[in-house]
């Protein structure tokens, strides 16, 4: 008996596709949560899907400009948190005896690490809060979550902040955010 256990993984492709697995396919999963500075991981393995959904869930690890959302929620019965969002790295399907494994690679907040960049100068007196929003709302598919830590301080001098998000982000919080969920976050580690 497996006690009413329960999932449900949504996929969204760049091309509007919706695809949504249940069971009764198998499904084997392995997250990895962090509060550092290093992107959420999950691996997915789904067996025997057909052959159509096969085909649908294809992903070449190097067209990192394509933003295929993820989401998977677990739980038991109909009470289904959700315990992963993010973006498809890559993902592919084989043949593995009589078994068909699609094996599915993301990280949350991918597609803001890969494709997000910002190139911003900071006039003195500007409070790290907003430079934060700032170059949050700059990066794609990522949204602001709780700003603490040493964010309520302004700037002392002009700065410019430039780069992909994990050098803004350093450079403006000292490395003290995460994301989660596609939402960023900024802490210190006594908060």
């Not at 969204?12 to 697995?21: A, D, K, M, N, Y």
């Not at 934060?132 to 709780?146: A, C, E, F, I």
């Not at 700037?155 to 350093?170: F, H, K, N």
């Amino acid at each position: 008996m497996k006690f009413q256990r329960n999932y449900e993984l949504t996929i969204e492709t760049p091309l509007g596709v919706s695809i949504t697995i249940t069971p009764p396919f198998s499904i084997v999963f392995n997250t990895t949560r962090n509060v550092h500075a290093s992107a959420n991981s999950c691996q997915i393995s789904l067996y025997n899907l057909k052959k159509s959904t096969r085909r649908q869930i294809y992903k070449d690890r190097y067209s990192t400009t394509e933003y295929w959302k993820i989401i998977l929620k677990a739980g038991y019965g109909t009470k289904l948190r959700e315990i992963f969002t993010g973006n498809i790295l890559e993902a592919s399907s084989t043949k593995q005896g009589v078994d068909w494994i699609t094996t599915v690679s993301g990280f949350d907040g991918l597609d803001a690490i890969q494709n997000g960049y910002v190139s911003t100068t900071l006039s003195k007196g500007t409070a790290l809060k907003e430079a934060v929003k700032s170059v949050v709302d700059n990066m794609p598919n990522l949204v602001t979550g709780v700003l603490g830590g040493d964010l309520e301080k302004e700037t002392s001098r002009g700065q410019v902040v430039m780069g992909q998000l994990p050098e803004a982000m350093g450079t403006l919080t000292g490395g003290n955010y995460f994301i989660d969920n596609e939402t960023l976050n900024v802490l210190t580690d006594d908060e």
